[in-house]
């Protein structure tokens, strides 16, 4: 028994870790092949259309297909790449993927069939494994800058980049929204997070940080309408537009693996992990939280979170990449900084052994004070600055490169526009030509 960790691993042998890990892969495998399917068809009814429905019943085996076509396509391999990091860039995504699920709970204590043997439905588990999941996830950025990188052009170059400040900036807004979740189970463990859902799940209350990881992690996996990295309309394809075959499809599957790891973590942290939803937690004294039903559940979360993504992808469109950066800096980090702040105080306030008839009114007090301070402050007026910077003639050139305006700017007419107004010399041909055809009439 692992200190700190609610499951028991102590009857497992390495042959049986071995076993997990390969059913783990095989689970993330075929799961990747059923969400390509799966979004497809989603965003294809979204947009009233069929879908795959070619291959296979109802089009099953479309994914298949595509996977064999990557296969066979033709290997190019760019001529001004550094070939070793170019090869290695996506096999680090991938391998980085694959580790997440190692410390996911798919379910309590199962026995296999016609045997005695009991194992817990979980490869690992240790007290700090939340962070692991963290550290995997940051190590996997970077395949996919070392990919642009060593491709030798420009914008696989900036699709990296930009991948890097999207996993810097959204990396911390998810890791306050998960400290929420520490603070109130007591521990880092997967395991024994699910183990204190047992009367309640997290995301209830902890709305707010429920959100601020939902959010997160559609940023941190790349996908519509945070996918800056892979910009078609700017990037013409982003980190991986100098890669083709097997090595495109690595970068593929290692963005699906990053769906469902991000889902299963929401679901094991907030959505009570492989428990049953209420009212069936309570149906024959919890046995619908026994044997082989928690995989069920388990796997039902996280496919709802999987809608989830393609929801947001099939509904809004992307972002600009300095509104995407202001709304991770400038909103989603300092509300979840904030939120980390009382939820601290209502748990310290509770050791201390306020009553909750005091919180409340510690909470009415401070709103008063907030409303009041926002009521009473000054009113910011515009300076009367003749110079300022709105008023300065604005070259898009200046610095050699075309660049859009600021606020407050406006770019030149363009000579090759359409001329509005007449000049004087056509008005004039224009009023005694009138005048003429009156006399006329």
Request: hydrophobic share 55%; charged share 15%.
């Amino acid at each position: 028994m692992i200190p700190g960790v609610a499951a028991d691993f102590s009857a497992d042998t390495i042959w049986v870790s071995v076993v997990k890990a390969v059913l783990i892969v095989v689970f993330l495998l075929t799961s990747v092949l059923f969400a390509i399917w799966f979004e497809r068809k989603l965003v294809a009814r979204m947009q009233l259309r069929p879908g795959p429905n070619w291959h296979g019943p109802f089009g099953l085996l479309q994914s298949l297909a595509d996977a064999m076509k990557l296969l066979l396509k033709e290997d190019v391999t760019v001529t001004n790449a550094d070939r070793r990091v170019y090869l290695l860039a996506p096999m680090i995504s991938v391998f980085c993927s694959l580790l997440v699920f190692a410390v996911i709970p798919f379910g309590p204590s199962v026995t296999i069939p016609f045997t005695d043997f009991t194992t817990p439905a979980q490869l690992t588990d240790f007290p700090v494994a939340v962070l692991y999941i963290l550290a995997c996830a940051s190590i996997g950025v970077y395949g996919i800058v070392l990919g642009g990188w060593s491709s030798g052009s420009t914008y696989p170059l900036l699709g990296s980049v930009r991948s890097t400040a999207q996993v810097i900036s959204y990396e911390l807004a998810m890791g306050l929204s998960l400290v929420s979740v520490f603070i109130m189970a007591g521990s880092m463990s997967t395991s024994s997070i699910v183990e204190s859902q047992t009367s309640l799940w997290w995301f209830i209350p902890l709305a707010p940080a429920f959100v601020i990881f939902l959010i997160s992690m559609v940023g941190e996996t790349n996908r519509l309408p945070f996918d800056l990295p892979e910009a078609e309309g700017e990037l013409v394809g982003g980190y991986m537009t100098e890669y083709s075959s097997m090595k495109f499809a690595w970068f593929f599957l290692a963005e699906y693996i990053a769906m469902l790891n991000v889902s299963a973590v929401a679901t094991t942290l907030f959505l009570g992990g492989w428990r049953a939803p209420w009212p069936l937690s309570l149906v024959g004294d919890g046995m619908f939280n026994t044997g082989w039903w928690p995989l069920l559940w388990f796997l039902a979360k996280v496919w709802l979170l999987m809608f989830a993504f393609v929801w947001v992808r099939g509904t809004l469109l992307r972002l600009r990449y300095d509104q995407f950066m202001v709304f991770g800096w400038k909103v989603l980090i300092p509300f979840a900084l904030a939120w980390v702040a009382i939820l601290g105080t209502f748990q310290w306030a509770g050791l201390a052994g306020v009553t909750q008839t005091q919180m409340i009114v510690g909470i009415l007090v401070a709103l008063a004070v907030v409303m009041a301070v926002l009521w009473l402050w000054p009113e910011r007026r515009p300076a009367d600055d003749t110079t300022a910077q709105g008023d300065q003639p604005f070259d898009a050139f200046a610095g050699g490169y075309p660049v859009p305006p600021v606020p407050g700017q406006s770019l030149p007419p363009s000579p090759r526009a359409r001329r509005t107004v007449p000049p004087a010399e056509d008005v004039e041909t224009t009023t005694a030509t009138a005048v003429d055809d009156e006399e006329t009439r």
